[in-house]
């Protein structure tokens, strides 16, 4: 997965989930400024996009699903 996918799918995590960018970053690697960073480039390690995959797949395991 490039950086640029891995921001893809964040980002649409975040506009389905209305969850707030600087809540994302602290609750996936307590950095408040992750996606921003992802935006202006930053580039994580295989642990890190580890974490960001896994929370993202956690988060929508809880949701309840509609009928």
Same mark, same amino acid.
């Given at each position: 997965?490039t +950086? $640029?996918?891995?921001?893809?799918?964040?980002? +649409? #995590?975040?506009v =389905?989930?209305?969850?707030?960018?600087?809540?994302?970053?602290?609750e %996936?690697?307590?950095d408040? $400024?992750? %996606?921003? &960073?992802?935006?202006?480039?930053? /580039?994580l /390690?295989?642990?890190?996009?580890? =974490?960001?995959? +896994? #929370?993202? $797949?956690?988060y &929508? $395991?809880?949701?309840?699903? /509609?009928?």
């Open positions: 997965m +950086d $640029a996918e891995l921001l893809e799918h964040v980002e +649409d #995590f975040l =389905k989930t209305g969850m707030a960018q600087t809540r994302f970053g602290r %996936v690697m307590a408040g $400024a992750l %996606v921003q &960073h992802m935006r202006a480039g930053r /580039s /390690s295989l642990t890190n996009v580890n =974490k960001v995959l +896994d #929370f993202m $797949a956690a &929508h $395991a809880t949701e309840p699903q /509609s009928a």
